[in-house]
């Protein structure tokens, strides 16, 4: 179906060049020769745009460019009467190279138009908080296999800071830090199933450069956030959450009444884990650095609690009566590592995943001999790098969550413009729960 120009039509619009323009031929009908008159204006506004352009009752004006709903033509070239003008546009704005879809005409005139610029945090070297600079950068435009995120709030992680420091190489600089969020689908490349394309669509995921306002992410990596579910729960149990349920069922190979100790227990992916080795009827200890902390993981599941300003070795022997500890998870690094080779059972797992205190030193492999122990370095990624796997244990995680057994406690929320304290709250080790940035 075509529609004419309407004379009310801004100036801009009735001037528009002739290429803009292709004309779709048609055999004049009776009805086309005794409106001529009624839409001379529209003849008026043919001759301005081309003086050779062919009359309104020969040719039918298409325009290929996309204009405001109020004036926009329809694609189909059957010959037809003026129709009303949709309510609603279904496509991007001319500024952009890429298209969105939407279920709706209704959703579509929800979504608002894109920008070309937004905010997002980045280092241009290595070094301290003060390294972190809040620019202008032009907005990611998706692949066919990517969709747009409008991120609603990104998660702080310890990666993050040694990305910052450099204890991780930066690919390149400047780079935007980040490693998860949660938002909505804005835009989709063409080949995004469409169950992810819809614009509105809730989704997380795990990717790079999750500090920005908007995210480029392969669709193999965006999950669906189910309605009872919050953007902040999401984002906040994401990455720390599948890290530890992960670590648990396959690192670590949990049994129910085996001894766990959970090292930084108070802490984001600590709380997680006394509350999912909970879930598992083991048997844990929590190490924290104050009293507070202390009490915070025995409200979680933590059945015994030791400061680790204390002898951990000591009070762990006399805990577990001399057997030690089946599987120890150490986020600590450095200055727990040797400890956990004294208090570690016979034919223990110990499972090293980060570098709070610095990272472990080179050591001997002779060391895990004398008590066969089974040390790991695990990656949540490698876990859930098949997509069957990221949904699999993406359910079982948001499972956990929305039956009660896992409680997502959020430390504080962050402006964007306010990350370098952020970093600086994460390296004091005087956080509980999770940090995240506001992304609006």
């Known amino acids: ?93 001319a500024t952009r190279n890429f298209t969105t879809t939407a279920s709706s005409s209704a959703k579509a005139a929800k979504m608002a138009p894109l920008p070309a610029t937004m905010k997002a945090v980045q280092i241009a070297k290595n070094g301290g908080p003060e390294v972190l600079e809040l620019n202008d950068v032009p907005v990611p435009q998706p692949a066919p296999n990517q969709v747009l995120v409008r991120n609603r709030f990104s998660g702080v992680n310890f990666i993050d800071t040694y990305f910052r420091t450099g204890l991780y190489a930066a690919p390149a600089f400047p780079l935007t830090l980040g490693r998860e969020a949660a938002g909505e689908v804005v835009a989709a490349g063409a080949d995004v199933p469409p169950a992810l394309r819809q614009p509105g669509t809730r989704v997380v995921y795990m990717d790079q450069a999750t500090y920005a306002q908007f995210s480029a992410v392969p669709a193999d990596k965006v999950v669906v956030i189910p309605d009872a579910l919050t953007y902040e729960r999401a984002a906040a149990a994401f990455l720390q959450g599948l890290t530890a349920w992960t670590f648990v069922r396959e690192a670590g190979e949990v049994k129910p009444g085996q001894w766990t100790l959970v090292h930084a227990a108070a802490g984001g992916v600590g709380l997680l884990l006394v509350q999912m080795l909970r879930s598992v009827g083991a048997k844990i200890i929590g190490t924290a650095s104050s009293k507070e902390k202390c009490e915070l993981a025995r409200q979680n599941g933590a059945e015994w609690t030791v400061n680790s300003h204390d002898d951990v070795v000591a009070k762990v022997k006399e805990i577990t009566g001399g057997h030690g500890v089946d599987v120890i998870f150490d986020g600590v690094g450095k200055a727990t590592f040797d400890a956990d080779l004294e208090m570690i059972a016979m034919k223990g797992h110990l499972i090293s995943f980060g570098n709070a205190s610095g990272a472990v030193p ?5 060391k895990l001999g004398p008590k066969n122990v089974k040390l790991m370095r695990p990656v949540v990624n490698g876990y859930v790098a098949e997509r069957a796997d990221l949904e699999r244990y993406s359910a079982e995680l948001f499972d956990l969550i929305t039956s009660g057994k896992v409680n997502v406690a959020i430390h504080k929320t962050y402006a964007l413009k306010d990350v370098a304290q952020a970093h600086q709250d994460i390296e004091s080790r005087k956080t509980t729960g999770k940090l995240l940035i506001d992304c609006e």
């Open 1 to 93: 179906m075509a529609q004419l120009i309407p004379a009310s039509a801004p100036r801009a619009l009735r001037t528009i060049t002739a290429t803009a323009i292709r004309p779709v031929v048609t055999a004049p009908s009776a009805s086309s020769l005794a409106s001529r008159r009624q839409h001379a204006s529209s003849a008026r506004i043919g001759r301005r745009i081309s003086s050779d352009a062919p009359a309104p009752h020969r040719h039918q004006l298409q325009l290929s460019l996309p204009l405001h709903p109020r004036y926009a033509l329809s694609a189909s070239s059957a010959p037809r009467t003026r129709a009303p003008a949709p309510t609603a546009p279904t496509t991007a704005a």
């Open 362 to 366: 080179p050591l001997s492999i002779l």
